[in-house]
């Protein structure tokens, strides 16, 4: 084991974040902690690495083991070249070498005892040389910058010059050149694009150390974890496994955990419902019966009610009216800055309700080409046609739809002036702003609560043109899917930019590549693009390419090369029909089989009856009871009649039928009881 957290407490304000937190990270494990925005996974990585003292608990490290920490947007400060700067981390091996050097040039002039000293030296030094693995060390060096995405003619380019994601991937070199036993990463994937996500999921993978992520990337959580530390409601639950294995896991949990608390709620109601009744007979057994079931009911232990999945945000995207068919025509679009050409001579159509998704490089083009369709920069040759009753709805990752000055209530209100108070509330409700929330300045909200404004004013459009770029950025793992689910039932049109493989994956029917200063296209998610991409990059070499960017002889525009599907293969039989197997027959219901609907109608009938039955059987019961307790209490009256009691034989009657009355009653307050639960 190379780290244990035992119990790690923490509190803002009064505000408990994190409450007896426990994990522990096995030597070469690699481990991901995920959970809301705000759950309190930065706060655990800057306790873990000292940077934050716990208010109770303690975090163990063994003995002689190193850790390497990268925060969110942690970025290097330094007049150095990129090279430079990572080649400093070497700097033992660097140290070695130049002693190495030093030694051969001693050993040309050295004699004898002197000779044997340094060539002794020598090898010690050699040896300590190759366990660091010196001769390899530049060309890792160059395979790490390489990796992340920078090219070999921007290795001399200076620190001081370099953007804010540029440098925060110089900082992960720096951190992966170390090779400390655990790497602690924050969200390493925010700054790399698709091709550089994939060599680190490589090189994570094959690192001999322990590795622990706090990342929304779940593609990425899929590829390199084998474990999940779930942050939720200020406490820790470890799951096995991968992030899929762990959803799956979570699901099943939260609906056994859901269930539990239903039926313990509706047990609670049901037993207090029979306690009242008892006492409403208000007969000395009855009653205590009543207060026998009020201690049993006292002695329960209530769950807490679960956390509710994806109810909180709630995203429904409705066009407010039918595009044609013909959403928009890309024709010989061309862009290019200063020398830098990003795409020349792009063709390609959009069809209404088709879900695309434009992917490539970081700087190839691709947010430029949502912005030339929205008009907010002009395209340097080639145009772009809009379909009949085309309405856009544009969300763009910068968020410069929103006004800084403005309140949240104001920026909905301003655009939306027809909506009530009541109506503006409930809408940034749905998306995480309640009370005093919807008073707050757009400057000061974090990246994620501008990404979510942004969805309400988009979702608030009724647009039937979806243009997004990068929309799950900030978005905690909960947003994305409630964001999936809501362009999955989207019935308009999708075009968007996005680094998000899974999200990709879950939401695109069709994929286009920038790559090369053009686009190809494929009919498919994210799986299948990655199936095909190679195959169809080199079909590009030796194949022409036709107007609307598919690689096919025909020239045809029909899209050839590709799946019917979303997912890049055949649709399934429509629900309700029969499926066709390889040799032609039948395999649907039919015949003697009873449908699966008819046996369910049948079964909904009997137990329809089944609960009529059980109404009568206890309103029956009831009476019965009334009509019992009556006559109990006509022969108490008599029996305490003065009249009667100078009677002997007529008393004995009585006794005996209040007896057996009573006998009656008691079977049926049984009787109740049993038909009540």
């Keep these: 084991m190379i780290l244990s957290c035992q119990d790690i407490c923490k509190e803002f304000s009064e505000k408990k974040v994190l409450q007896q937190v426990s994990f522990h990270i096995e030597d070469h494990e690699k481990a991901a902690i995920v959970g809301i925005n705000g759950a309190g996974k930065t706060t655990l990585l800057r306790i873990i690495v000292g940077q934050m003292p716990p208010d109770s608990g303690t975090v163990t490290f063994a003995k002689d083991k190193t850790f390497g ?247 429904t995207l409705t066009p407010y009216r039918e595009s044609g068919k013909d959403v928009l025509t890309v024709e010989h679009l061309g862009k290019a800055f200063g020398s830098q050409t990003l795409f020349s001579d792009v063709n390609f159509e959009i069809k209404r309700g088709e879900h695309v998704a434009i992917i490539g490089d970081n700087g190839t083009g691709k947010t430029t080409l949502l912005k030339i369709l929205n008009g907010l920069v002009s395209a340097d040759s080639g145009q772009f046609t809009l379909g009949t009753k085309v309405e856009i709805g544009y969300y763009d990752q910068e968020h410069h739809v929103l006004h800084p000055e403005k309140s949240l209530f104001q920026e909905i209100s301003d655009e939306y002036p027809y909506l009530t108070n009541t109506e503006i509330r409930n809408v940034l409700a749905a998306f995480l702003f309640t009370g005093d929330d919807v008073f707050k300045l757009i400057g000061d909200l974090s990246g994620g609560e501008r990404g979510r404004v942004s969805l309400a004013k988009l979702m608030l459009g009724n647009a039937n043109f979806l243009i997004l770029d990068e929309p799950t950025n900030h978005l905690d793992i909960a947003s994305k899917e409630i964001l999936e689910d809501a362009l999955n039932g989207y019935t308009g049109t999708v075009l968007y930019v996005s680094h998000d493989r899974y999200f990709i994956n879950r939401t695109a029917h069709r994929i286009l590549e920038l790559k090369s200063e053009q686009f190809l296209n494929y009919i498919g998610n994210y799986d299948y693009y990655l199936e095909k991409r190679d195959q169809q990059w080199q079909n590009l070499a030796v194949q022409p390419q036709d107007k609307y960017g598919d690689i096919g002889p025909d020239k045809t525009g029909a899209m050839k090369e590709i799946g019917a599907s979303g997912r890049g293969g055949a649709y399934p039989p429509s629900a309700g029909g029969s499926a066709i197997d390889s040799s032609g027959h039948n395999t649907g219901a039919s015949g003697s089989e009873p449908s699966s609907s008819a046996q369910d109608w049948k079964a909904r009938k009997e137990e329809q009856a089944r609960l009529r039955k059980r109404e009568n059987d206890l309103k029956k019961c009831e009476d019965r009871i009334a009509f019992l307790e009556e006559q109990i209490a006509r022969i108490d009256e008599e029996m305490s009649d003065p009249a009667v009691a100078t009677q002997a034989l007529k008393l004995q009657d009585l006794s005996k039928e209040r007896e057996a009355l009573q006998k009656e009653l008691d079977q049926k307050y049984q009787e109740w009881e049993e038909l009540a639960e």
């Excluded at 170390?178 to 090189?203: G, R, V």
């Excluded at 474990?227 to 939260?254: C, H, M, P």
């Design 69 to 315: 920490y990268l925060a969110q947007n942690d970025a290097v400060s330094s007049e150095n070249t990129i090279y430079d700067e990572l080649l400093s981390v070497k700097q033992n091996l660097i140290h070695l070498e130049n002693e190495m050097r030093r030694c051969e040039l001693e050993m040309k002039n050295a004699e004898g005892e002197e000779l044997e000293d340094l060539m002794k030296r020598y090898a010690n030094l050699t040896h300590a040389f190759e366990m660091g693995d010196g001769y390899s060390y530049r060309s890792e060096l160059t395979g790490v910058l390489k990796g992340l995405g920078f090219a070999e003619e921007e290795f001399s380019k200076s620190i001081a010059s370099l953007s804010g994601g540029q440098k925060t991937r110089v900082a992960l070199g720096k951190l992966l050149l170390q090779k400390p036993d655990l790497i602690l990463l924050d969200e390493p994937t925010n700054h790399l694009d698709m091709n550089s996500i994939a060599w680190l999921e490589t090189y994570l993978l094959n690192y001999k150390g322990a590795v622990l992520i706090v990342s929304h990337d779940r593609y990425f959580l899929d590829r390199t974890v084998t474990k999940i530390i779930e942050i939720d409601q200020t406490r820790a639950v470890t799951f096995q496994g991968n992030y899929s294995d762990y959803a799956v896991k979570k699901e099943q949990l939260r609906a056994a955990a859901w269930n539990a608390y239903m039926n313990q709620q509706r047990e609670i109601r049901h037993q207090e419902e029979v306690i009242e009744k008892l006492r409403s007979f208000n007969r000395e057994k009855s009653i205590k019966r009543a207060e026998s079931r009020e201690k049993a009911l006292n002695k329960i232990e209530v769950l807490e009610k679960p956390t509710e999945t994806n109810t909180d945000m709630k995203l």
